[in-house]
């Protein structure tokens, strides 16, 4: 007979995804490269911020589309790894609420809405420092084989 593992208590659950997320976070250069910040991390949870660079502008002076994909799909991530069971993008689509603008500080906060078997689904909500909707996210998720971090 197969023995399962003792589930993990709250402050246990919390520790992992917190060492998960250091170690995904210092190998992201992409997240890295755009600046951007996590906030808070937890089972299922992620909060990222960024500040909008000229560098990230379109041609209508706004911020770029793909930018605002990247951090909600960087927040996405952290989320559905934070349990330590390597979990990739199985798809994601995104609706833009309102434009973002230069030097504004875009916040996006990652919640687990499913999760059964190796699917998930997570909806990501983008804001600005006024707590303006700029997008909403959502993400589904595979689990693979493998761990983000080596376990005891």
């Not at 190998?27 to 560098?55: F, H, K, Y």
């Not at 934070?82 to 609420?97: E, H, K, M, P």
Request: neutral net charge.
């Amino acid at each position: 007979m197969e023995k399962h593992p003792e589930p993990l208590t709250a402050d246990e659950a919390q520790a992992l995804a917190e060492q998960v997320a250091s170690a995904m976070c210092a190998r992201d250069r992409a997240s890295q490269m755009m600046g951007m910040r996590i906030v808070n991390v937890g089972p299922g949870r992620a909060e990222l911020v960024m500040t909008v660079r000229g560098d990230m502008l379109n041609g209508h002076a706004t911020c770029h589309g793909g930018f605002i994909f990247t951090l909600a799909d960087s927040a996405f991530a952290f989320a559905c790894n934070s349990g330590n069971q390597t979990t990739v993008a199985s798809g994601a689509g995104i609706d833009f609420i309102a434009p973002a603008r230069e030097g504004d500080v875009l916040t996006a906060v990652a919640r687990e809405r499913s999760a059964s078997g190796r699917t998930g689904v997570y909806d990501v909500d983008v804001h600005n420092q006024r707590g303006e909707a700029i997008a909403l996210f959502r993400g589904k998720s595979h689990r693979i084989k493998g761990h983000v971090i080596s376990g005891p």
